[in-house]
């Protein structure tokens, strides 16, 4: 037993010392001599072929301008990182070209110190030129709606299964899985920077994955890893020691809401409040396809997504630990009788639900990396879990799936800026009309 706790003490002390130095400023200290704005100008013609354009004026007010050349590049630099408004020259386009949104002659962007940052101007011709008059309601928009609900639901999924089966094996509310989603964008963006081992400076030049960043696809992985190894943590260290000490879950809740502050500051204190982004797939432009637009990264993200939550159903259903995890869900006491270790299987969960906040987290990192970008989504998390049921992973994938796409379909009647406030509208219904959720049971039975 003394071993076992030793061990524990040196794990979560080891595990304490790699976030910070992780996080660290000297991680981020890289010069910014050379940073700018950039992009390409490009339409489509009649033909479907591609139309670069030369002789575009682009400017930034108090830095420089720059004008696009025969490829339709330009580039702008800027001094430092920082918030910088770009504005395009409509007079400079050749007759027959404008903007696919007339009023977007202005771009904000935030430069941050890793990279330059790179910004699209949507262009159309005349003979491609969507009406003004379109409907709100046209099949292409409800389509495009569509299209990002469901994407946005998908991410939601993956966040909530985790959420929903935490407290489906140990009945607690965690308001910390908010700082596990952030986790998997925090550690993704490091991977993807700054390395493996060099991150922590020790092997400054050496390639990579050691001392310099790695790519995308092999930084999403170890975010993952990452993310279930804070999963094992959190419950080992905090909420195992609650559990076996009788701590009630109405105080162990109080601590996740704690824990949720503890970490979102620790987060901005060693990462700074400036977003950033990704060094691989910053910046695309949105393929189109049946009248939606969607880009290549966030097509990709999907398929991933809904290859895992198959994995995932697969995983509960057929496999030993899946039923297992199911069994506690369901009656712990029935479990615990039955010869299942229902500590290790609630071990297994905050792994699996940790790694799977983390894998979302990457995704929703993919327009700007945030210290609080967790606590931003929470809200539609619980919605999600709630709607569907809470301890149901099917029904957490469904609530995700549902609260997606009404929030997108909202912006059809609301302001933009107000779509979030669908899902809270969305929870407060769910608990008035149906408690137990779309999934849930009228009684938990333990």
């Known amino acids: 037993m003394l071993r076992r706790r030793g061990f524990g003490r040196w794990l979560f002390t080891g595990f304490v010392c790699a976030t910070i130095f992780a996080v660290s400023p000297t991680a981020q200290a890289q010069s910014s001599d050379d940073l700018g704005v950039f992009g390409q100008l490009q ?6 072929a591609k139309v670069f354009i030369e ?4 400017s930034i007010d108090d830095v420089g301008g720059a004008t696009t050349d025969k490829d339709g590049n330009f580039r702008i630099p800027v001094s430092s990182p920082g918030e910088y408004s770009i504005t395009l020259n409509t007079a400079t386009l050749p007759e027959g070209v404008t903007l696919k949104d007339p ?17 699209i101007f949507p262009l159309i011709t005349a003979d491609t030129v969507i009406e003004v008059s379109e409907s709100s309601f046209s099949v292409r928009r409800v389509s495009q709606l569509t299209l990002e609900g469901l994407k946005l639901g998908l991410y939601l999924a993956m966040a909530s299964i985790g959420l929903s089966l935490i407290f489906g094996t140990t009945g607690l509310v965690n308001f ?15 991977f993807n920077i700054y390395g493996l081992v060099g991150t922590f400076g020790f092997f400054a030049g050496w390639p990579a ?13 170890l975010a993952v890893v990452m993310g279930g190894v804070l999963g094992y943590v959190l419950n080992r260290v905090v909420f195992r020691p609650a559990r076996k000490s009788g701590v009630s879950l109405l105080a162990q809740m109080v601590m996740t809401i704690g ?3 503890f970490l979102r500051y620790v987060f901005v204190y060693f990462f700074g409040s400036r977003y950033r982004v990704y060094k691989d797939y910053g910046s695309q432009r949105a393929n189109s396809f049946l009248g939606m637009e969607l880009t ?4 990709a993200a999907m398929v991933v997504s809904i290859i895992i939550l198959i994995a995932v159903g697969i995983g509960l259903s057929r496999t030993r630990t899946g039923r297992a995890m199911r069994a506690v869900s369901d009656n712990r006491d029935l479990a615990e009788s039955s010869g299942i270790n229902v500590e290790r299987v609630i071990a297994q969960v905050w792994i699996f639900g940790g790694a799977l906040a983390a894998l979302s987290g990457t995704f929703f990192g993919f327009d700007t990396v945030k210290w609080d970008i967790g606590a931003r989504i929470l809200l539609l998390v619980f919605a999600a879990v709630t709607l569907g049921g809470l301890g149901t992973s099917y029904g957490a994938l469904v609530g995700a799936l549902m609260v997606g796409i009404a929030i997108n379909w909202s ?3 609301i302001d933009t800026e107000l779509k979030n406030m669908t899902a809270l509208v969305m929870l407060i219904l769910a608990l008035l009309l149906r408690p137990q959720g779309i999934l849930g049971q009228k009684q938990r039975i333990g």
């Open 43 to 48: 339409y489509t013609d009649a033909t479907g």
């Open 55 to 58: 002789g575009v004026e682009l």
């Open 103 to 119: 009023l977007r002659t202005n771009l904000v962007v935030t430069v941050s110190e890793n990279a330059d940052q790179r910004i």
């Open 176 to 190: 910390a899985h908010a700082e596990l989603i952030t986790w998997g964008t925090l550690m993704a963006y490091f």
């Open 209 to 221: 994955p050691f001392g310099a960043g790695v790519n995308f696809i092999v930084a999403t992985g």
């Open 259 to 261: 824990m949720a502050i």
């Open 296 to 299: 290549s990264r966030d097509a």
């Open 411 to 413: 912006t059809l009647v």
